[in-house]
């Protein structure tokens, strides 16, 4: 198990945002997240990153409990994200945004004050080969703020990628994407599975979540409702009623 | 030409005051307290050097460790206040150094005179220089490869991931942690390289004054730290020279023959540039552009 | 034998007498001490008015208009322009003032915010503070840096309550801003206006969707920040008697201080706060005298906004 959260519970003020949700992700498992809006889902990779403080219960990861770690330590452990609404350095070029975030094996055992200074000529020929398999080698000089809507969600996968991580949460990947460049990403998170990479993805467009996972859980008000295989899921009459009211369902 | 030397002198340690307030401006922290670690490193050079017989170069060294353990202190309460109520919080803090040194006094009796800081009256007789014979080019000299080197130092930085990180950490402070970058880390940094950076500045300030006292030392100062960085645009160093250039040069030196209009101009013209370039001189679209100009001549 | 009883009365009667004079002395001193903190509380309705303009325009348009003193000291000079035509009544000299401070807010807002991308907060801190820079050499030019009496009600009277004494000036000057501060809290909680003010303040964008007009709310946000800076200029002259433009400065310092503990954004807050820094002021002064006392507040706000950064009443913090 690559991630196992236990109990994990998060209230704002009155609002059950996150409530006791059990949940586990095997190794290159891709586990789907889906769930009617405010069920909670980003609050959950918000409390896995260690952006929002835990009200109760454990983020275990790789056996290890992080619950405590701050964001950063985490993100050397080993897990990446990406953000619903894109958040790059849009004042750093895009070679830039992938060089601050690069997290390669030597990196993890440098001390803080070489991490900054990080020039190294593998580590530049890193960025080159990411920016080649996305699609950006032309780009490499522009401000990433100048980029095309497209380029922009490439550039964020790839930010989270150069981060070397063992488990991605890829958080609304599709959002404003055409028919083509979702079938680009459903090629590229199988991809990641490949190369051994485990995926929690929430997203609202059905077929990418039923065509890529392997298994899916399902939110609503905080709490998960059901979990197993897509088809299974899909038949759960509660799964019906959260999405489409209780008269579909029956 | 003494006069231009004097200017010049003027220049320079601005400069360097405004480099102190560019790197914390790039983590996106507005401090108010850049003038604060300049009196700092006044007093304290200017002590070494009147006091206790240090020469200048070490006493320099001392104030920039001292600025900057005070700077790294500092750093720490500023990371819990965010934005604007970081502008009052260093605000509050550059005030109570002013104040401190308002009231602080420590003589020694050297022949007839009586040498250290006197309270609201300062600190009077800083002769380092003259008595070492260092002509007023000498010092300018002194003062600009100081400069020469802080800006090389940034400039360098800037290129490097450092520069990246800081600039990352400025812009979005969750996507900076997301990328794995510890941003308590950073900006205390970056606070603490400030911090030693003003204190340079300060102790070249109090010798070449001569005479500091703690009006020198207030908001006004302050303001001017950041002013610098800000209109001269946070995406290079260079930015930062041009406006000191500009502001001091040519606007309270060289508008000097518009007499009490000049002030008025000040004012406005600043109102102005922010509304006309509100990322400064050298933005980031004219660094690169320039870049790209650079490049293509030298082909 | 031992003394004569009546010796021995008088005796035991003078050593009361010696110890109650010490207990008066140090009653006087406490009474001293509280009436300090009570002028510097009335005192302190100004800077909380300067506090609400402060964060009122912060809660609208999440920046500082480091201007803001200034212009209210403008607003209280130009007040005094009335003097020059007419032998008016004071409250008519103040009256002028909230309408100039009026005039002069709608003016920051266009020369100072309206231009400048709203996602470019330093450009507009520096063009506030150009502005404070040339509110301060307008009044110097024109005053040649002179400082000008400031005209004062009920500076004569002096009421007392036990054994302390209230300056009525003071007491109407506090009275003065509590009524401004109702007539801005009814604006705000009672009127469409208030409504759209917060609204805006909360979604801009959305506010705008539901037909709502985000230049107008902000400028009369600013109109209305300045009328009541216009009345905390004229009620620091009327407390002090005199106007320099050398007020600006500590004036601004010191709101920006009532602002961040009263919690930015919150009026409550800023009341709350100016009375509390107004009172704190002069119980420092008391004890340790003018030079020391600004050091102290000074290292108060540090170690408040370090142990409480929120302020008194902190914004609530959002899901994101």
């Known amino acids: 198990m690559v991630l196992d959260l236990q109990g994990l519970t998060k209230h704002f003020g009155g609002v059950r945002a996150v409530d006791g949700i059990d949940l586990h992700v095997a190794r290159s498992e891709i586990l789907g997240l889906i769930g009617p809006n405010g069920s909670g889902k980003s609050t959950i990779i918000n409390l896995i990153c260690g952006l929002f403080p835990l009200t109760a219960g454990r983020v275990v990861f790789d056996g290890a409990d992080i619950s405590n770690q701050p964001t950063h330590a985490r993100v050397t452990l080993g897990i990446a994200r990406t953000f619903q609404n894109i958040r790059l350095f849009g004042q750093l070029t895009v070679w830039q945004n992938l060089w601050v975030a690069q997290n390669s094996g030597e990196q993890r055992n440098q001390n803080f004050f070489w991490r900054w200074l990080g020039g190294s000529r593998g580590a530049r020929e890193e960025i080159d080969r990411t920016l080649e398999l996305f699609g950006l080698s032309h780009k490499r000089d522009e401000l990433a703020g100048n980029l095309a809507f497209g380029e922009q969600r490439r550039l964020e996968f790839a930010r989270a990628l150069s981060a070397k991580p063992t488990l991605l949460l890829l958080d609304e990947p599709a959002a404003g994407m055409n028919a083509e460049e979702i079938d680009e990403l459903d090629i590229r998170i199988r991809n990641l599975r490949r190369d051994g990479i485990t995926v929690l993805l929430i997203e609202h467009h059905v077929e990418l979540v039923m065509s890529v996972a392997d298994r899916i859980a399902v939110l609503n008000f905080g709490q998960k409702i059901a979990e197993g295989t897509p088809i299974a899921v899909q038949a759960d009459p509660e799964v019906r009623a959260a999405y489409l009211g209780t008269a579909a369902a029956a | ?299 | 034998m031992g003394p004569s009883p009546a010796v021995h009365r008088l005796a035991v009667s003078r050593s009361s007498v010696l110890t109650s004079a010490a207990i008066d002395v140090e009653f006087l001193d406490l009474i001293d001490a509280v009436q300090s903190v009570a002028d510097g509380v009335l005192f302190g309705a100004t800077y909380a008015l300067l506090g609400i303009g402060f964060t009122l325009v912060f809660g609208v348009m999440h920046k500082i208009n480091l201007s803001y003193a200034a212009a209210s000291i403008g607003a209280a000079y130009a007040s005094l322009l009335i003097l020059a035509v007419i032998k008016a009544p004071p409250i008519l000299v103040f009256l002028m003032a909230a309408a100039a401070g009026g005039v002069a807010g709608g003016l920051v807002y266009l020369i100072g915010f309206k231009f400048i991308p709203f996602a470019n907060p330093l450009a507009t801190l520096m063009s506030t503070v150009g502005l404070l820079l040339l509110i301060d050499e307008i009044i110097v030019h024109t005053t040649a840096g002179v400082p000008l009496n400031y005209p004062a009600l009920y500076s004569d009277v002096i009421v007392r309550v036990g054994a302390f004494n209230l300056r009525g000036d003071l007491m109407f000057i506090f009275a003065l801003c509590c009524v401004c501060m109702v007539a801005l809290l009814l604006l705000l909680y009672r009127t469409r206006l208030g409504l759209a003010t917060r609204a805006v303040s909360q979604q801009p964008t959305a506010s705008e969707l539901c037909g709502i007009s985000i230049t107008r709310v902000n400028v009369l946000t600013f109109v209305i920040t300045g009328v009541v800076g216009g009345v905390a200029g004229a009620m620091t002259g009327a407390a002090i008697g005199i106007l320099s433009p050398l007020l600006s400065l500590p004036l601004t310092v010191k709101g920006l201080i009532v602002t961040v503990v009263g919690g930015l954004g919150s009026i409550p807050g800023a009341i709350m706060a100016g009375l509390v820094v107004g009172g704190l002021e002069n119980l420092f002064q008391f004890f340790r005298g003018v030079s020391e006392r600004d050091l102290y507040i000074m290292l108060l706000l540090f170690v408040f906004l370090v142990f409480r950064p929120g302020g008194f009443f902190a914004m609530p913090a959002g899901r994101d």
Request: positive net charge.
């Open chain 2, 1 to 299: 030409m003494d006069f231009y030397l004097g200017l010049l002198q003027i220049i320079g340690v601005h400069t360097i005051l405004g480099l102190s307030a560019y790197c914390v401006l790039l983590t996106g922290q507005v401090s108010l307290a850049q003038a604060g670690f300049f009196a700092i490193g006044a007093y304290v050079a200017g002590m070494l050097t009147v006091l206790a017989q240090w020469p200048v170069i070490p006493a320099l060294g001392a104030s920039a460790v001292v600025a900057g353990a005070i700077a790294c202190a500092v750093g720490f309460p500023a990371l819990r206040v965010k934005g604007l109520m970081l502008v009052v919080a260093t605000i509050a803090f550059g005030e109570a150094v002013r104040l401190f040194f308002f009231n602080f006094t420590y003589q020694v009796q050297a022949g007839h005179l009586m040498l250290g800081p006197h309270g609201a009256e300062g600190f009077r007789q800083i002769r380092y220089f003259p008595e070492h014979g260092w002509t007023t080019l000498d010092v300018m000299l002194f003062i600009w490869a100081v400069v020469a080197l802080v800006m090389a130092a940034i400039w360098w930085l800037d290129r490097s991931r450092a520069g990246a990180v800081l600039r990352a950490v400025g812009e979005d402070e969750f996507a900076a942690q997301s990328s794995g970058i510890n941003i308590t880390a950073v900006k205390v940094s970056a606070m603490t390289i400030g911090g030693v950076i003003a204190g340079i500045g300060g102790g070249i300030f109090a010798h070449y004054t001569t005479h500091i006292e703690h009006v020198q030392f207030g908001v006004v100062l302050a303001t001017f730290a950041v002013a610098y960085p800000i209109l001269g645009g946070l995406s290079s160093v260079f930015g930062t020279l041009l406006a000191v250039i500009f502001i001091q040069g040519f606007l309270i030196e060289g508008l000097r023959f518009m007499g009490d209009w000049r002030n008025l101009l000040f004012g406005a013209l600043i109102v102005l540039a922010m509304n006309v370039r509100p990322r400064g001189l050298l933005d980031a679209g004219t660094v690169l552009a320039l870049k790209r100009l650079i490049v293509s001549r030298k082909d």
